[in-house]
Every structure is written in structure tokens, then in C-alpha cells.
């Protein structure tokens, strides 16, 4: 195969828990993710020996620190493989959000290679490759509904979700995940979210049972730093939203709608009041990206 082009799908959090950490610095987590529409495409190319990125927009680093950059050399480092890949980015899953943009861009990236090379690869021997680049990217290149350990590499899939509809909102600030988790790390116990409960619910796929127990431990401590948060929770929740969470470190915050008509008028009014730069309404996906 010379050429491919592959969506790269990205994740919220139905729960965020931090249960521990590590001497080496790393945190331990449970957490639920969850695929959603929003999605990146990315279309490769064989070249020679080269590795050339290019993308809409010059927001993102386009050279070796670019986690594209770096699934094509680990790809070429552990098996063997002499030639590169020119990418073109066509961005659309917000960046630095807490919905792993870059971490499902070099998942994307992975199956590529593995699709351009005829490598023959499972998932299962991409997510070994992933983890050496994330811990969100064995996660993106399974997808779907899955409890996530460990330090978010140690996965176990579950039923899919019951249909919804979703409007998730960026707002324009910056959030540093590390100092996010350094500032959780110096706080008093928190609130931890009910993973065990919202397992429970998924397994029944009772919808009012999973947004009742939406939780993320690190969302307190990134609304200090970013107040935006909470005012777009409640009005997502004023809007007729079933519930509504942040996800990962943030700052993105997204609403569970039963009603499409809701979910866009709610959209409307947040565009309005300027409470975020980035907003969208979409749905939740089963593996592959299928919704």
C-alpha cells in the first residue's frame, strides 16, 4: 500500500479516579474512557526514508517532539523498517484539551504504518509499541467503552454505551496536565469518583445510572485554575443535560442530551456568551470509530 487515510477518533472521561503514585513520578489511575465523533483525519504516504508532517494551522510542532513524528520512528525502530511516511493533519480535536488529540494521532499513526508497510500486526502488538509513546495510546488505538489502570495502559473493554447525544465545549484557556496533577498531589484527600457503580451501569447499559455517577477527582482542582469550567456545567445542566463532567485534566467539558434540538441550543447559547471557543455536538462511538 503507497497511500492511506485514517480518522483518529478522540476520548473523553466518563470517570477519572487517581488511586496512587508511582516512585518514578507516574500516577495511578482508574478511569472509563470513551470514544467520541470528534475526530482528526490524517492521510499518509510512503516516502524513501523521509519523515515529513504537515497540518492545517501552525499551532502544533511539526518535527521530531510531534507524536506522529514519533509513532513513525518507534514503528521504523522496532521493525526494521528503512523507509518513512510523509502526514498531512487536517486538525480538528482541540488541542491540549483533556481529550488525548495528540495521543490518538500517533494510535492513527501506528495502524498506518502498519497498513503502509503490510506489517501484519494485531492491536494488541501496536498498543505494546503505543504505551512507549503514552499512556492514552493503547487506549486510542482499542477505542470504545474500557476501563483503564494501571498508569492508563492496563485495559479491560466493556459494553458499549447506550445511544446519547453530546455537546462538548472548549474553553480558550491553557491547562498544564502536570501542574494539574502536582497541585492534586499537595490537596487533601478529594471526592473520588464511584468506578466500581459506573462499571455496574455499563454493564446493565442503564444510561441514568452511568450519568449519575460521572466523576473526575482532578476536575476541583482544575476549576480553581480555570473558574470557566463550572459555569459551562451549569449551564449545560440548565440546558436540559442529564449530566455533565470535565474531562481528563481539562479544561473541555462535555453534557450527556437526550435530545439533539437541546444539545444545539445549549451550543447557541454558550457560543453567545463567549464561554468557549470550540464547541461541538456529537456522539459516542463503539471500537473503530463506528457511530
Same mark, same amino acid.
Request: glycine share 12%; net charge negative; aromatic share 6%.
Given at each position: 500500500?503507497? =497511500?492511506?487515510? %485514517?480518522?483518529?477518533?478522540?476520548?473523553?472521561?466518563?470517570?477519572?479516579?487517581?488511586?496512587? #503514585?508511582?516512585?518514578?513520578?507516574?500516577?495511578?489511575?482508574?478511569?472509563?474512557?470513551?470514544?467520541?465523533?470528534?475526530?482528526?483525519?490524517?492521510? @499518509?504516504?510512503?516516502?524513501?526514508?523521509?519523515?515529513?508532517?504537515?497540518?492545517? $494551522?501552525?499551532?502544533?510542532?511539526?518535527?521530531?517532539?510531534?507524536?506522529?513524528?514519533?509513532?513513525?520512528?518507534?514503528?521504523?525502530?522496532?521493525? $526494521?523498517?528503512? /523507509?518513512?511516511?510523509?502526514?498531512?493533519?487536517?486538525?480538528? &480535536?482541540?488541542?491540549?484539551?483533556?481529550?488525548?488529540?495528540?495521543?490518538?494521532?500517533?494510535?492513527?499513526?501506528? %495502524?498506518? *504504518?502498519? +497498513?503502509?508497510?503490510?506489517?501484519?500486526?494485531?492491536?494488541?502488538?501496536?498498543?505494546?509499541?503505543?504505551?512507549? &509513546?503514552?499512556?492514552?495510546?493503547?487506549?486510542?488505538?482499542? $477505542?470504545?467503552?474500557?476501563?483503564?489502570?494501571? &498508569?492508563?495502559?492496563?485495559?479491560?473493554?466493556?459494553?458499549?454505551?447506550?445511544?446519547?447525544?453530546?455537546?462538548?465545549? %472548549?474553553?480558550?484557556?491553557?491547562?498544564?496536565?502536570?501542574?494539574?496533577?502536582?497541585?492534586?498531589?499537595?490537596?487533601? /484527600?478529594? &471526592?473520588?469518583?464511584?468506578?466500581?457503580?459506573?462499571?455496574?451501569?455499563?454493564?446493565?447499559?442503564?444510561?441514568?445510572?452511568?450519568?449519575?455517577?460521572?466523576?473526575? !477527582?482532578?476536575?476541583?482542582?482544575?476549576?480553581?485554575?480555570?473558574? !470557566?469550567?463550572?459555569?459551562?456545567?451549569?449551564? *449545560?445542566?440548565?440546558?436540559?443535560?442529564?449530566?455533565?463532567?470535565?474531562?481528563?485534566?481539562?479544561?473541555?467539558? @462535555?453534557?450527556?442530551?437526550?435530545? #439533539?434540538? =437541546? +444539545?444545539?441550543?445549549?451550543?447557541?447559547?454558550?457560543?453567545?456568551?463567549?464561554?468557549?471557543?470550540?464547541?461541538?455536538?456529537?456522539?459516542? $462511538?463503539?471500537?473503530?470509530?463506528?457511530?
Amino acid at each position: 500500500m503507497e =497511500r492511506c487515510v %485514517k480518522e483518529a477518533y478522540a476520548k473523553i472521561n466518563l470517570c477519572l479516579d487517581v488511586t496512587g #503514585r508511582l516512585p518514578n513520578g507516574y500516577h495511578q489511575v482508574r478511569m472509563i474512557m470513551q470514544t467520541v465523533g470528534i475526530h482528526d483525519t490524517l492521510s @499518509f504516504e510512503r516516502t524513501e526514508g523521509e519523515i515529513r508532517i504537515t497540518a492545517d $494551522g501552525g499551532e502544533l510542532p511539526l518535527g521530531p517532539d510531534n507524536l506522529i513524528y514519533k509513532a513513525i520512528q518507534l514503528m521504523r525502530e522496532a521493525y $526494521g523498517i528503512k /523507509e518513512g511516511a510523509k502526514v498531512h493533519l487536517e486538525k480538528r &480535536i482541540p488541542i491540549a484539551a483533556g481529550m488525548a488529540g495528540g495521543s490518538t494521532d500517533a494510535a492513527c499513526t501506528l %495502524k498506518a *504504518m502498519n +497498513a503502509l508497510y503490510d506489517l501484519g500486526l494485531s492491536d494488541e502488538s501496536l498498543m505494546e509499541v503505543g504505551v512507549r &509513546i503514552g499512556a492514552d495510546v493503547p487506549y486510542c488505538i482499542m $477505542g470504545g467503552t474500557a476501563l483503564a489502570e494501571g &498508569i492508563g495502559e492496563k485495559l479491560t473493554r466493556l459494553p458499549d454505551v447506550p445511544e446519547a447525544v453530546l455537546l462538548v465545549a %472548549k474553553p480558550e484557556a491553557f491547562v498544564s496536565t502536570k501542574e494539574v496533577y502536582q497541585r492534586l498531589d499537595s490537596m487533601q /484527600e478529594g &471526592i473520588h469518583p464511584d468506578v466500581d457503580g459506573m462499571l455496574a451501569a455499563l454493564q446493565m447499559r442503564d444510561l441514568a445510572g452511568i450519568v449519575s455517577r460521572l466523576g473526575n !477527582v482532578l476536575e476541583p482542582v482544575t476549576v480553581g485554575m480555570v473558574p !470557566v469550567i463550572e459555569t459551562l456545567k451549569q449551564k *449545560m445542566l440548565e440546558g436540559g443535560a442529564l449530566g455533565s463532567l470535565m474531562s481528563g485534566s481539562g479544561p473541555t467539558v @462535555f453534557g450527556i442530551f437526550e435530545d #439533539r434540538a =437541546r +444539545a444545539e441550543q445549549v451550543k447557541s447559547w454558550i457560543e453567545r456568551e463567549a464561554l468557549a471557543k470550540q464547541i461541538f455536538v456529537t456522539r459516542w $462511538g463503539g471500537r473503530e470509530g463506528s457511530f
